[in-house]
């Protein structure tokens, strides 16, 4: 289910790099605060409830059984929280370049955080194939871009 979800994810990347928030064009403190914070709250919520539920579970396999079924229930919901996490990134580190330099750096720094914490989903916890497809898909499409753009100004 979660590779489907993978593959979703990465077929409306194109509709997501057009919006707004990912162009820069909303503010940094409604980025912070909206997207940011009050946003990754559901998330955040969906990932403690899938945490808790197999933590009181009284399972008796072998650890690695137990440790596989612990990464699978994680898995859908840590994609989805991974794509999201990564669009707010990007939206914040785009709108904090409309800042001052200080304020810019001191932005720009926080909102490493909502990257670490994708990186933290895709290569922890959704064992890493999903990034790989996600990056070469944004990697081919923008080279595809910079080639039509080269033969269109031929």
């Not at 955040?44 to 612990?70: A, C, H, K, R, V």
């Not at 994680?74 to 794509?83: D, E, H, K, N, Q």
Request: net charge positive; glycine share 8%; aromatic share 20%.
């Amino acid at each position: 289910m979660s590779y489907f979800v993978a593959l979703l994810l990465g077929f409306m990347a194109q509709g997501a790099m057009g919006s707004r928030l990912v162009k820069g064009e909303v503010p940094f403190a409604k980025v912070f605060v909206f997207f940011g914070i009050l946003g990754s709250f559901p998330f955040l919520g969906w990932l403690m409830y899938n945490f808790n539920s197999f933590m009181s579970s009284d399972l008796q396999y072998t650890p690695n059984i137990e440790y596989d079924m612990f990464i699978d229930s994680l898995t859908l919901p840590s994609t989805v929280a991974g794509a999201y996490w990564l669009l707010v990134f990007i939206g914040l580190w785009r709108s904090a370049g409309r800042l001052s330099t200080g304020k810019m750096i001191v932005s720009r720094y926080f909102s490493v955080t909502w990257l670490s914490s994708a990186a933290a989903c895709f290569f922890i916890i959704a064992k890493g194939p999903f990034v790989i497809f996600i990056a070469a898909y944004f990697f081919a499409k923008k080279y595809w871009a910079r080639n039509n753009e080269e033969l269109a100004n031929c």
